[in-house]
């Protein structure tokens, strides 16, 4: 076991290394804790982003409701299908399946039964996370009886007072937090997270944004740099825009997090490899352990675009497994095909809440 929590203090401290030789001690000292909890095994989630209509209207988001420049598109059932089947064959233990946020009953019976039409076509074999946002209970329950387990769900900031800067004012913070009691309470795995270096935002935050994780207990963490999107009201703060600030917050916060939440699953997400091309090999070494390659058809992956600058717009599912495990194994690292790979942490709080 690692030694007792950090502190907010010592939090800080750790997101606020600057210089090369405290920025490798800190990774150093994540890595190993990550290899004590969780292991050596990088994880795969091929991620399907199958839609990109939303209802919501995010400050920082390139599919927001009001950006007209995007041209909207939804992968039928047989894509989305075809899809999950590739990661199946390409024997990734679990996809994701990502969307823009959408609440009305046709969309609700479409995950439904897509969710139940991967199930069996992979024969169980396939673990099914969500990502699509705020729902009504009912949807949850729903989803996770269709035989989803997992589901993401960014908090984006914990500070009140900067989440309602980034939102319009419908867009509530309580409700995005008791999405997360009640998708917990279902036996759902939690995932949440924040976008880092967000306009406004502090180290004080961030350090605070770790003790949230803490206290809800999340089960995974999903956490990248906020990236400028040139087509969204946040763009105004450009000239402020330090890609490589933003790189190393992001890669100070998946250590404190690492060294604070110790078993948790935690995602060394794209957005980093926006800002360098070893940006997501260097979260592994910073103490993430879960991949998400992106298997959409390259047809729809111009118009996913939630930030400027996305990698792997042009490379195919192929492609991208090829150029990952290259990646991975060229750090030292292996890949857990064919696994769900739970987060350790779900398992250890189901067992002390029996
Ligand atoms: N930069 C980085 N991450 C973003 N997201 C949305 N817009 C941006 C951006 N401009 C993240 C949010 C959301 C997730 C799906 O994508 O955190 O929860
Ligand atoms: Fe929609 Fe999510 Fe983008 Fe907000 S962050 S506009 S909810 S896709
Ligand atoms: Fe997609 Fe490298 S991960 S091309």
């Known amino acids: 076991m690692g030694t007792s929590a950090p502190s907010r203090q010592n939090l800080i401290q750790m997101l606020a290394a600057e210089g090369t030789d405290a920025r490798r001690e800190l990774y150093q000292q ?42 909207r598109f939804s992968m039928s059932a047989d894509e989305i299908l075809e899809c999950a089947k590739l990661a199946h064959d390409y024997n990734y233990g679990s996809i994701v399946l990502q969307a823009g946020e959408r609440n009305d009953p046709e969309f609700v019976d479409f995950v439904e039964t897509i969710v139940r039409d991967i199930k069996t076509m992979s024969d169980g074999g396939l673990g099914i996370t969500l990502s699509l946002g705020e729902q009504s209970s009912e949807t949850y329950q729903r989803w996770f009886e269709s035989g989803a387990h997992r589901y993401l769900i960014r908090i984006e900031t914990s500070n009140r007072g900067l989440y309602s800067s980034l939102h319009p004012e419908d867009h509530d913070f309580d409700r995005r937090l008791s999405c997360i009691r009640e998708l917990r309470d279902i036996g759902y795995q939690v995932g949440t997270g924040v976008m880092v270096g ?42 402020d825009f330090d890609p490589a600030r933003q790189l190393r917050l992001g890669l100070n916060m998946i250590a404190a997090t690492r060294i604070a939440l110790e078993d948790v699953n935690i995602a060394a997400t794209t957005a980093l490899q926006a800002l360098d091309p070893k940006g997501r090999e260097l979260g592994l070494q910073a103490g993430a352990n879960i991949i998400m390659p992106n298997i959409t058809h390259t047809r729809y992956r111009s118009s996913y675009q939630l930030y400027d600058n996305k990698p792997c717009l042009d490379e195919n599912a192929g492609l991208c497994r090829a150029c990952l495990s290259h990646r991975i194994t060229g750090i030292g690292e292996e890949i857990g095909y064919n696994q769900w790979g739970d987060s350790p942490h779900f398992f250890k709080r189901n067992q002390l809440d029996k």
């Not at 003790?211 to 207990?217: A, P, S, Y």
Request: charged share 25%.
């Open 30 to 71: 994540a890595y190993r804790i990550k290899l004590e909890q969780v292991g050596k095994l990088v994880y795969f989630r091929g991620i399907i982003e199958f839609s990109n209509i939303c209802t919501k209207n995010c400050y920082y988001c390139g599919i927001r409701r009001e950006n007209t420049t995007t041209k």
């Open 198 to 239: 967000l306009p406004g935002q502090t180290i004080e935050d961030l350090a605070d944004d770790i003790l949230f994780f803490k206290k809800i207990d999340a089960d995974m963490i999903g956490m990248g740099p906020y990236i400028i999107h040139h087509d969204t009201p946040l763009a105004v703060n450009a000239s």
